[in-house]
């Protein structure tokens, strides 16, 4: 045993006994980490209403925002009057503030085509989830209602919205595009029916820049499908672009001398017109009310129907009423129009900004025209639909008129026009035929008839002595030409001795006078001849 | 009345297998021919233990409660946690493998645990009830403490092997973290316990 080596003395080694107990202290650290972590990352649940939970599953479905996962579904239950489900969701710590207040919007991501686009394309193999978008209210909460479509905009995008009231809604719907010079500029957001029923108000978000063009004058119109026109200047086929023919959509635009004007404050509301041409057209700023009175019908004349001038539109009906003349006792169309000074101003060539047309007022101009004879007229427009409209025109040799100012509104001489005027002019021929004194025409006529029958009855008798006294002499006449042209006949036929001895008197004639021209011209020759006598051996040729 | 090595007042070098005599009055000593720290009994053992088994408790909840593995694919992201893949493996008719994960993963650490808890409690107080089932105790629990790491066997692997992007991923939680330090920390418990320890209290016991 004492042989064994005797270990040797050594210092103090490290006191281990402290650094061991760090690893209990640091796994409870760890630990109690872990645990905080795992209950602060609790973040608050909230309350979901969906009409369906198609697609929604517990601890699957996730809810993101912008794609994030900032919470998951913990539970899907039905509500208590089985009419629509509750989705319980965790959602995460991170987003709690701010995140869910009152205008804060859930919806559930499917795959969807609809108006022109597709979404939710992902969702097809990973399955739905639920969209969120934080509003800005400032006010927590913690149940909501999900949206059964997916907001057209979110609400952090830039823009500004607005209303346009629609008569009808048309091909527009929610997520319809609105576009600004062919450039989407934003959607429809809402579609709200007025309480009273008679409008449509829509809502557009015009995204930021586009907003800028926003201003009040500007002009909304429905761009939806096509806009055919066929004038004298052709067929004209007007749309914003194919999309918009299935997807509708709306477009603005300001007119040029307003496109300078600040920008409308968000929610202003605006009009939606039919169509550009509509839309665009210059608004009246001046107005000016006159009554017509016609004792014609004014079946026909519609509220809206042009006043013309010459052919231009210088106003428009607004109202059609009867009234009734006691005195005459007779019943009367009472046209109340609008009438636009601008649209009646007169541009003279040879403008002279001083003369005393150009400085008279509306109501003075139209008193002197119709001192000069102008007259409102009812015309037909169309003469099949029997549509009718107001013509001003100055009328020839017409009564003399004027404006009768006493009267609420002015009323502005009128002609019958139309069928009247034709019933007039038919009038005026009749007269015209009664001045004519048909009796003692027929009189003079019966007296010439007399005296014309007994000239008749003369003549016969003449006829009648000429029928048996002339026409024998006559008959007889004409027999005994027809036997002197018999003889002539004969006597000139070819083979008639006349024409043979007449034939044979010819040729020796013709003979004469060889003889003649070959002694003329052997005496041309040898004209000693005649004295001396023919020289023997010379021929005449 | 058995005799040990600390009773005959020798020291064995653990480094170079020497046998020394213990000196007198020393406490700390070192082995004549290698130099290594000689010590009767291991320092310190059952407060070191003690500190690997409170650690290995602390973080056996974790390991239980915090997802072990999150799993996407096209159809979402899932997490699961040791026992929700046991629940799930038992759901699909996968009996077997459920039994083998819940016995590797739950039951055998808490095992490890609650045996350790004892037979440093036991040690602690001296106690010399039944030392040769403690000490079978003891061997047992050594011995099966690497069959614990089965889990985290089948996370590395798949973690690294199921990579597919969008299509499947695979990434480990907390509670794998968790759970291989539960089973580092209760080996090096079981590690740092000296053996010896069950049995001198026997020795010393009054005759």
Known sequence: MNDLPEAVPRKKGPRTLQIVWFIPLIAALIGGWMAAKAFLDHGPSVEILFKSAEGIEANKTRIRHKSVDVGIVKSVKLSRDRKEVIVTAEMDRSVSSGFLVEDTKFWVVRPRIAGGQVSGLG?????????????????ERREFRGLETPPAVTADLAGRAYIVRADDLGSLDVGS???????????????????????????????????????????????????????????????????????????????PEHSSL??????????????????????????????????????????????????????????????????????????????????????????????????????????????????????????????????????????????????????????????????????????????????????????????LDATLKRAESLLGQISTDVAPEIKSTLEAARKTLGTADKALATDSPLQGDL??????????????????????????????????????? | ??????????????????????????????????????????????????????????????????PIMHSGSLYGMQSDTILSGVAYLWRTGSWFLALIVFVASIVVPLAKLISLTFLLWAAQRRSTWNPQRRAKLFRTTHWIGRWSMVDIYVGAALVSLVQFRALASIEPGAGAIAFGAVVVLTMLATASFDPRLIWDPVDHQPA
């Not at chain 1, 097809?124 to 969120?132: E, H, K, P």
């Not at chain 1, 010819?506 to 001396?532: K, Q």
Request: charged share 25%.
């Open chain 2, 1 to 66: 009345m058995t005799t040990t090595a600390a009773s005959a007042g020798l020291v064995l070098c653990e480094t170079c297998e020497q046998v020394n005599r213990r000196p007198e009055g020393v406490e700390h000593m070192a082995c004549p021919r290698c130099g290594a720290a000689l010590h009767p009994r291991r320092p310190d053992a059952i407060s070191r233990a003690w500190a690997f088994t409170l650690a290995a408790m602390v973080l056996y909840i974790p390991a239980n409660v915090l």
């Open chain 1, 177 to 255: 595009p609105v576009y600004f010079r062919g450039v989407t500029a934003g959607r429809v957001v809402s579609i709200v029916l007025a309480p009273d029923g008679r409008h449509v108000d829509v809502g557009l978000f015009i995204e930021a820049p586009y907003d800028r063009w926003v201003n009040p004058e500007t002009r909304f119109w429905n761009a939806s499908g096509l806009d055919l026109s066929l004038d004298g200047g052709g067929l004209k086929v007007q749309t914003e672009s194919i999309a918009t023919l299935i997807l509708g959509g709306i477009s603005f635009e300001s007119r």
């Open chain 1, 123 to 139: 969702t097809l193999l990973a399955g739905s989830y639920i969209g969120a978008d934080p509003g800005k209210s400032s006010e």
């Open chain 1, 503 to 541: 034939r044979e008197t010819l040729n020796e004639v013709t003979r004469a006078a060889e003889s003649v021209r070959s002694l003329v011209d052997y005496l041309e020759r040898h004209p000693e001849s005649l004295i001396r006598g023919k020289r023997p051996g010379e021929q005449a040729k």
């Open chain 1, 262 to 451: 600040p920008q409308s404050p968000p929610n202003a509301g605006y009009l939606l017109w039919a169509n550009r041409a509509e839309a665009m057209r210059a608004r009246e700023t001046v107005v000016e009310s006159y009554m017509m009175i016609f004792e014609q019908s004014a079946r026909g004349l519609a509220v809206g129907a042009p006043v013309d001038f010459r052919g231009i539109e210088v106003g428009e009906v607004r109202a059609i009423e009867l009234e009734f003349d006691r005195e005459r006792i007779a019943f009367k169309s009472a046209i109340t129009v609008h009438l636009y000074p601008e649209r009646l101003r007169s541009r003279t060539r040879n403008a002279n900004a001083n003369s005393v047309w150009n400085k008279l007022s509306f109501a003075e101009r139209l008193d002197r025209m119709v001192a000069n004879g102008l007259r409102a007229e009812m015309k037909a427009s169309n003469l099949l639909t029997g549509g009718q409209y107001i013509a001003l025109d100055f009328v020839k040799k017409a009564p003399k008129a004027k404006i009768d100012r006493a009267h609420e509104p002015p009323v502005i001489p009128t002609v019958a026009g139309g069928i009247a005027e034709i019933q007039e002019s038919i009038g005026n021929i009749v007269k015209k035929l009664e001045a004519v004194p048909f009796d003692e025409i027929a009189k003079d006529l019966r007296r010439t008839m007399g005296n």
